[in-house]
């Protein structure tokens, strides 16, 4: 058969990696990407499910297909990820020209299952059992992790890597699907992180972000000794070349204090904490499961705030979840006020069938408010961010080059010409400048002369006296802020 691979990936970071290592173990088989399903044998779509607009973009690029599959029935065509263990058999009905249906725990077995499809099995589906269908060691074990198999081809930039120390996640709240989709919590052996984070390195990673639904309530227990996600993180921080460490999604109730040491005590921890709060109203948090009260929240701020005073924190909230009053909504805007988060990730509730807030609550409140209510907040969180982000006009920061900005590469900008450039600081800010090819991968010092809410401008410094004519470690300190 030939092995033209198409493959599109929405949703989170955890996706993006699944993607990676599902692009891995096609091309140990031969298969090489191509940029458009047309030119595509097999094409695949990587999905979310958090939300009923990351679904029904799906369908609608599924619906898409339908022609092409009647006129090239051997076009191979793959659902996989979250929507694919959420909906299961339901994607073959509403698009019967799919091949295969592959949950996120089953990705492993999607080169052998396209073999078998290519060898006329007819449809193929695998999935892991849902929450309810066995004990838990049995759930858990059928949500496997591949990790070890990688592409660099396949990620965010050739010197930034995700590394997952933990898959599924055991919070439940009401609101979420994850829980469903992903499987129970479980945390990767240590060791194991470790050396795939070398590997990285090796490859030329600079940066790794490690990933979990819930990061900071790693655990890994083994022989009777626990590694905490601190102690994840001194162990990462050993590794040489490895220059930054990131990790998302914090959950409020984890966010320890040994957590907070570390980060304030290991240089190549990134003080970037995105905790989402999700309400500002206790009423809300309640109903949503979060295990927390905005009093608690604002306590960890001050604890944060105490320990790491440069920490740079991020948050995303819910609005229009059920019962949502307009009092309720304005406590959400008063703690985004109190908070002034760095930036805000703002979303309309959006019912998932399976979770506890579609079988228990009542969707109750008007598309309209919800949309107004999200264009409140972001408004609100935009004047926070264009104002916090002032403070560091004329501040020397210390930027890893990605790339070409969004403009340069709409603007097809040639390689040796000097770019428009984007990297970011160590706490996550977008910084756009003026360079050229080689300074991408590099930590540069970057002077800001400007900035809007979502990005800061600056010039690199450049010295004429000799290659290290400028010290990197004394702009640390400024480039947290
Ligand atoms: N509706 C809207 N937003 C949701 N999120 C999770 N589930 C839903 C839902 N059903 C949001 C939460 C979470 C982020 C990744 O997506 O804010 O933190
Ligand atoms: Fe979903 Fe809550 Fe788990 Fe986050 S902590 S993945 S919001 S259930």
Avoid: W
Avoid at 11 to 24: H, R, T
Avoid at 414 to 440: H, M, W, Y
Wanted: proline letters at 5%; a neutral charge.
């Amino acid at each position: 058969m030939n092995k033209r691979l198409y493959i599109e990936t929405v949703g989170c970071q955890m996706n993006v990696l699944d993607s990676e290592l599902v692009v891995a173990s096609l091309r140990q088989r031969g298969y090489e990407l191509v940029e458009s399903p047309k030119h595509a044998d097999t094409v695949l779509f990587n999905t979310c499910s958090v939300r009923q607009h990351a679904e029904d973009k799906i369908y609608s690029a599924l619906g898409r297909l339908k022609h092409a599959k009647q006129h090239h029935p051997q076009k191979i065509i793959g659902v996989l990820g979250c929507m694919a263990q959420k909906d299961q058999k339901l994607i073959f009905e509403r698009a019967p020209y799919v091949d295969l249906v592959v949950g996120p725990g089953q990705l492993h077995q999607v080169p052998d299952l396209i073999e078998k499809i290519a060898q006329g099995s007819g449809p193929c589906m695998e999935v892991s059992l849902s929450r309810k269908d066995g004990s838990r060691d049995q759930i858990s074990r059928s949500h496997e992790s591949f990790d070890p198999l990688r592409d660099p081809t396949m990620r965010p930039t050739p010197f930034q890597a995700y590394v997952r120390i933990q898959i599924g996640c055991d919070k439940f709240c009401t609101y979420c699907i994850v829980p469903m989709v992903r499987g129970p919590e479980q945390g990767r052996a240590p060791e194991d992180i470790v050396s795939e984070s070398r590997v990285l390195v090796d490859q030329g990673s600079k940066e790794i972000t490690l990933l979990g639904q819930t990061v900071n309530s790693y655990r890994y227990r083994h022989n009777g000794m626990t590694t905490r996600f601190s102690d994840l993180l001194s162990m990462l921080h050993d590794i040489n070349g490895l220059e930054r460490i990131k990790f998302v999604t914090n959950h409020p109730k984890d966010m320890t204090d040994d957590l907070l040491c570390a980060v304030r005590d290991l240089s190549k921890v990134s003080p970037y904490l995105h905790i989402p709060a999700q309400s500002g109203s206790n009423r809300i948090l309640t109903r949503m499961k979060r295990g927390y009260t905005v009093e608690e929240y604002l306590e960890m701020m001050q604890r944060i705030d105490d320990t790491v005073p440069d920490a740079a924190v991020t948050s995303d909230f819910i609005v229009g979840f059920c019962g949502e009053t307009e009092d309720e909504f304005q406590q959400t805007v008063n703690l985004v006020k109190t908070c002034r988060f760095k930036n805000s990730f703002i979303f309309k509730y959006s019912v998932r069938p399976g979770t506890k807030g579609a079988e228990q609550l009542t969707d109750d409140v008007p598309e309209a408010v919800k949309k107004r209510r999200n264009n409140e907040l972001l408004a609100v969180q935009n004047t926070i961010s264009a104002q916090d982000n002032l403070r560091f006009l004329g501040r020397t920061l210390e930027v890893l080059v990605e790339g070409p900005s969004k403009t340069a590469v709409k603007q097809g900008a040639s390689a040796k010409a000097i770019l428009q450039l984007t990297g970011r600081t160590p706490c996550d800010r977008i910084v756009v400048f003026e360079g050229n090819e080689r300074q991408i991968g590099q930590i540069l010092p970057v002077t800001c002369y400007d900035t809007t809410s979502f990005t800061l401008f600056g010039l690199v410094v450049t010295s004429h006296i000799g290659p290290h004519a400028y010290d990197l470690e004394p702009l640390k300190a400024s480039a947290q802020k």
